[in-house]
C-alpha cells in the first residue's frame, strides 16, 4: 500500500516532539477547563475539558503512527521528484491505517464539538454538516489527507468567526488570546491542506498548530489567576 509522506526528511522526528509538546499543552488546557468548571458550573467550560483531552489522545495516536513510519517498517523510493514512502509489512500496514484513523476520527469530533458548542441557533443547517462530516469520515483513508484537512478549516473557520466576533464585543486580553489560538489553528490546517506544494510548508503548520495551542493555554491560566 503507497501512503505520500509529507514531512521533509530532516524534520523527521522532529515533529514527533512537536506533538508530544502539543499534547502536553492540550492536557493543561483540558485540566484548567475542568477547574474553571468546577468553580463556574459553565457548561462550556466542562465541553472545553473533554475536547481538549479529545484532541491529547489524538496526538497519542498520530505519533503512534508516524514512529511506526519513520524508524520501523519503512523503505523508501525516490521517483522523480515525489517521494513515496510503503510499508514492507502487513501488520504494520493494520497497525498504521487504526492509528491514522483514530487520530483523524477524535480531531475531527474535537472540531466538530467545538463547532456544536459556539452554533448555539441549530438548525437543518447543522444536519447539513454533521452528513457532510459523516460523509468525509467514511472516506477517509491514506488518500483523504485534502478532504480531512480541508473538513478542519471549515469547522475551526466558524470557531474561529465565533470567537472574533467575541473578541470585538469583549476587547479583553483573554478574548484576543483564544481568538488568536483558533485563528492560528484555522490556518495551520490551511498550510496543511496545502503541504503538497512544497514540504517545508508542514514544518510550518506544526508551528502554528503549536502557536495555537499555547494562545488557548495562555488564555485559561489567565483566567484561572484571576
Given at each position: 500500500m503507497l501512503t505520500l509522506l509529507f514531512s521533509p526528511k530532516w524534520f523527521y522526528g522532529i515533529d514527533i516532539a512537536f506533538e508530544i509538546i502539543s499534547i502536553i499543552v492540550a492536557l493543561l488546557i483540558s485540566f484548567y477547563s475542568y477547574k474553571l468548571y468546577t468553580i463556574s458550573k459553565k457548561k462550556e467550560h466542562k465541553y472545553f475539558h473533554i475536547f481538549f483531552l479529545m484532541i491529547a489522545i489524538a496526538f497519542v495516536f498520530k505519533i503512534m503512527t508516524n514512529f511506526d513510519l519513520y524508524f520501523d517498517v519503512l523503505q523508501t523510493m525516490q521517483i522523480g521528484s515525489i517521494q513515496v514512502q510503503y510499508i514492507s509489512k502487513s501488520l504494520s500496514t493494520i497497525y498504521r491505517f487504526g492509528g491514522l484513523f483514530m487520530y483523524r476520527l477524535l480531531t475531527a469530533m474535537f472540531a466538530y464539538g467545538l463547532y456544536m458548542l459556539v452554533n448555539k441557533k441549530r438548525d437543518r443547517r447543522d444536519l447539513l454538516?454533521?452528513?457532510?462530516?459523516?460523509?468525509?469520515?467514511?472516506?477517509?483513508?491514506?488518500?483523504?489527507y485534502f478532504l480531512f484537512h480541508l473538513t478542519m478549516v471549515m469547522l475551526l473557520g466558524f470557531v474561529s468567526y465565533y470567537y472574533y466576533i467575541n473578541c470585538k464585543k469583549l476587547h479583553t486580553i483573554n478574548s484576543r488570546l483564544v481568538a488568536s489560538g483558533f485563528i492560528m489553528l484555522t490556518l495551520a490546517n490551511?498550510?496543511?491542506?496545502?503541504?503538497?506544494?512544497?514540504?517545508?510548508?508542514?514544518?510550518?503548520?506544526?508551528?502554528?498548530?503549536?502557536?495555537?495551542?499555547?494562545?488557548?493555554l495562555g488564555a485559561f491560566i489567565s483566567v484561572i489567576r484571576k
Open positions: 454538516l454533521f452528513t457532510y462530516f459523516i460523509i468525509v469520515l467514511a472516506f477517509l483513508s491514506y488518500y483523504g490551511v498550510v496543511f491542506a496545502v503541504v503538497e506544494l512544497d514540504l517545508v510548508l508542514y514544518v510550518l503548520a506544526e508551528v502554528l498548530q503549536l502557536a495555537g495551542f499555547c494562545l488557548l
